[in-house]
């Protein structure tokens, strides 16, 4: 089992940056791919970026270039770093860990609780 919390949102004007965090716990030898996923009211959740356990990183291609997903994985943590913020990136963003590979993890994934980010114009 796997436990993901996410913080670092907030209300920030247009062009303005934030960096999102999200802290693993319980068993992270389960971590393997981690990512960002964000929904606008209204919106299904879409992804943002993924890291891998190597750290091979994936981002939309619309956000590519604002945002920088990264990881620590002595700390078992994932951060969003996004710069240039524009009002469409209102969201609530959420941490996602993709299911693990080892024999002891279960086969699905996990959550967080979602962080709001409100980008003002």
């Known amino acids: 089992q796997v436990q993901l919390v996410e913080s670092g949102g907030g209300l920030v004007p247009a062009g303005g940056s934030l960096r999102l965090s999200c802290a693993a716990s319980?068993?992270?030898?389960?971590?393997?791919?981690l990512a960002w996923f964000r929904q606008a009211p209204g919106k299904g959740r879409v992804l943002v970026a993924s890291?891998?356990?190597?750290?091979?990183?994936f981002y939309a291609d619309s956000l590519k270039g604002r945002f920088t997903i990264s990881r620590d994985n002595a700390k078992n943590t994932v951060s969003l770093q996004m710069n240039s913020l524009k009002p469409e990136d209102t969201a609530v963003y959420y941490c996602?860990?993709?299911?693990?590979?080892?024999?002891?993890?279960?086969?699905?994934?996990?959550w967080g609780q979602g962080t709001q980010v409100t980008v003002s114009a």
């Open positions: 890291i891998s356990s190597g750290g091979t990183t």
């Open positions: 996602n860990a993709a299911p693990g590979t080892l024999f002891r993890c279960p086969g699905y994934g996990a």
């Open positions: 319980g068993d992270t030898a389960c971590v393997s791919t």
